[in-house]
């Protein structure tokens, strides 16, 4: 029967195809097990007001602790998590874990109550409908303030304009968090969106951040963004700033935040003490060029 190429309803056997799908099979059981055994840390990279360098919170990122490859990064497995549905579970543990993570800080330390934890929400975690329900409980469980709380979502499922999706920004804002529109201007920009819809920060691409000192064409739309996030009167956060000609071109553009390899890569929790102690942070240290 599977010799009928495609025709009622059968498949053509392709060997290739089909240990993609055991290869698949085996990735997804291996997802599986390593959010069952633990194997996923989640590591902080810090977030600073730019013209200060100081350090305002921390975007939580999640890694695999993989037992034979080692620390293993998101773009190869949240993927597969989002196809598979894992990405729900695997994402709740994540923001649970952020959020321990800052009660933690702030117990210790009073400097850290003013701190902010972003974590990131896949459009298949914001499509669950327990969504509203488990941030809340999260909150509510660990007392981390539901205004210290950043969930960044993507700007393609703002461009899904449905009832559903403006019913679940305004529940959970309605909670108290931050909503923040990460790596915008990769979409398919309506910027209609963003007058209808509860955002309070626009965190700018990577890409834009990149040639923004060589590339004018980069640097203008960043400043476009920048300009947007002032007339709507939202906060912007450049992501991926790796020189110091990124950050003051950044600065004088007028963006308030943001983070990158300049200032400090993502790093495990028992690494960020130091920086939520110094005073002013460690970060607030002028760079030696
Ligand atoms: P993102 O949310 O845009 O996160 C920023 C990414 O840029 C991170 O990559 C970060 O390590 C990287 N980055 C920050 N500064 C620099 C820099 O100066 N230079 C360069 N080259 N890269 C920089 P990472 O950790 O590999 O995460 C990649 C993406 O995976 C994230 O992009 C986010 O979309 C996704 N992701 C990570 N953790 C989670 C999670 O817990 N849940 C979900 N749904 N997605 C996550
Ligand atoms: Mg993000
Ligand atoms: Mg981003
Ligand atoms: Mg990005």
Redesign the pocket.
């Known amino acids: 029967a599977a010799k009928a190429a495609g025709r009622d309803g059968y498949q053509v056997f392709d060997p290739a195809r089909h240990a993609d799908v055991l290869a698949e099979a085996e990735q997804r059981a291996a997802l599986e097990r390593a959010l069952l055994e633990e194997q996923f840390v989640?590591?902080y990279?810090p977030i600073v007001d730019l013209p200060a360098r100081e350090l305002i919170g921390f975007?939580?990122?999640?890694?695999w602790n993989h037992p034979e490859a080692g620390l293993v990064?998101?773009?190869t497995f949240?993927p597969l998590a989002?196809a598979t549905g894992l990405?729900v579970p695997?994402?709740r543990w994540?923001l649970d874990q952020a959020c321990r993570q800052l009660a933690a800080w702030t117990a210790e330390y009073p400097e850290a109550a003013r701190l902010r934890m972003s974590?990131?929400?896949?459009p298949r975690?914001f499509q669950h409908s327990g969504l509203v329900a488990e941030v809340a409980g999260i909150i509510e469980r660990t007392g981390v303030p539901a205004g210290k709380l950043v969930l960044?979502i993507?700007e393609s499922l703002l461009m899904k304009d449905t009832e559903a999706t403006v019913r679940t920004l305004e529940a959970l804002k309605a909670l108290g968090v931050r909503l923040a529109v990460?790596?915008f201007g990769t979409g398919y920009s309506s910027l209609s969106y963003l007058k209808r819809f509860p955002v309070d920060i626009l965190?700018i691409?990577?890409s834009f951040v990149d040639g923004i000192t060589a590339d004018s064409g980069d640097a203008t739309l960043a400043e476009a963004v920048v300009q947007l996030g002032r007339t709507l009167r939202l906060q912007t956060v450049a992501?991926?700033?790796?020189t110091a000609d990124q950050w003051s071109t950044l600065r004088e553009l007028g963006c308030e935040y943001g983070?990158?390899?300049?200032f400090a890569?993502?790093v495990a929790a028992d690494e960020i003490m130091p920086l939520i102690r110094s005073r002013p942070t460690g970060l607030a240290d002028p760079i030696t060029e």
């Open positions: 989640v590591h990279q975007e939580a990122l999640v890694r990064g998101p773009l949240i989002e990405i695997l994402g994540v974590v990131n929400l896949s975690q960044e993507t990460d790596d965190k691409d990577r992501e991926g700033i790796e983070q990158g390899y300049l890569r993502p």
